[in-house]
């Protein structure tokens, strides 16, 4: 079992930026493959970007390629989302996820655990 806890979530203006993490406890944070998800009222939840194990690879929606980063510090156990120049379009429940196989996938059927949340405001 895996508990997350996601934070830094707020609201904020167009253009701004904000840092979101997710810290993880009960297991080996390192065995986990992490990801991020976004939810907006009348929508699904949709993939935002992933990490692999190591850091050494990422992945990224189209939507936010480039504005977002995504790192991960296995000592603290803990998964950051790096958000800049956003948009009122970007404003969501931001949840973090982890994954017990290897692979760097999208989808939310893919990962096993999944934090609370944190809302993500971004007025224009």
């Known amino acids: 079992q895996v508990t997350l806890v996601e934070s830094g979530g707020g609201l904020v203006q167009a253009g701004d930026s904000l840092r979101l993490s997710c810290a993880a406890s009960?297991?080996?944070?390192?065995?986990?493959?992490m990801g991020w998800f976004r939810q907006a009222p009348g929508k699904e939840r949709e993939f935002v970007t992933a990490?692999?194990?190591?850091?050494?690879?990422?992945y990224y929606a189209d939507s936010v390629e480039g504005r977002f980063t995504i790192s991960r510090d296995n000592a603290k156990n803990t998964v950051y989302l790096q958000m800049n120049s956003l948009k009122p379009e970007d404003t969501a429940v931001y949840y973090c996820?982890?994954?017990?196989?290897?692979?760097?996938?999208?989808?939310?059927?893919?990962?096993?655990?999944w934090g609370q949340g944190t809302q993500v405001t971004v007025s224009s």
């Open positions: 996820a982890a994954r017990r196989l290897p692979t760097v996938v999208a989808g939310t059927k893919n990962y096993d655990y």
């Open positions: 009960g297991r080996t944070f390192s065995n986990y493959v």
């Open positions: 990490i692999s194990r190591s850091a050494g690879n990422t």
